[in-house]
């Protein structure tokens, strides 16, 4: 089985696997960082949603082959003790219910607001569309993206 070189929340890890491997499962199933979840298997919730060089990207629908050289992002990652403006927003407004797709929406809105720093309120129902909340709670997903944005900017 080959061996890869992935740098992972600023740190390089060596994993071996095969190379269709999904980067979902090397993170979670081989480096323990199962903050990142496991939704649909077909790239269309969001919840598996980790940064790829500042990109938002689903980690279920990418091989560790195609990762290799690339500067991976988890929620983990995203800051050291849950501090990134995203987060906090999404505490101020209280967003979770079950918390499951909270990871991927929060890595979806932060790439976003790092290209977009003073988005309206239609771009940031467009950019945070593809992520799918069973709970429903998309208002107050929005609501805290926006208080990002101006805790950001």
Not at 45 to 63: I, K, P, Q, Y
Not at 128 to 146: D, F, L, P, T
Request: proline share 3%; charged share 20%.
């Amino acid at each position: 089985m080959p061996t890869y070189q992935l740098k992972v929340n600023g740190t390089s890890k060596s994993v071996e696997v095969s190379e269709d491997t999904p980067l979902l499962w090397v993170l979670r199933d081989h480096l323990d960082l199962v903050g990142t979840k496991y939704g649909c298997g077909i790239a269309q919730c969001g919840a598996c949603t980790v940064h790829l060089d500042g990109e938002a990207v689903r980690s279920c629908s990418l091989t560790v082959a195609q990762v290799e050289s690339k500067a991976i992002t988890t929620i983990e990652g995203l800051s050291d003790n849950g501090t990134h403006p995203v987060q906090e927003a999404w505490k101020e407004v209280d967003v979770p219910q079950c918390g499951y797709c909270q990871a991927g929406q929060i890595m979806t809105a932060s790439a976003f607001l790092e290209k977009n720093a003073s988005p309206s309120e239609e771009e940031i129902k467009n950019a945070m569309h593809g992520n799918i909340c069973r709970c429903a709670s998309y208002q107050r997903i929005y609501k805290a993206v926006e208080i990002a944005a101006s805790k950001m900017g």
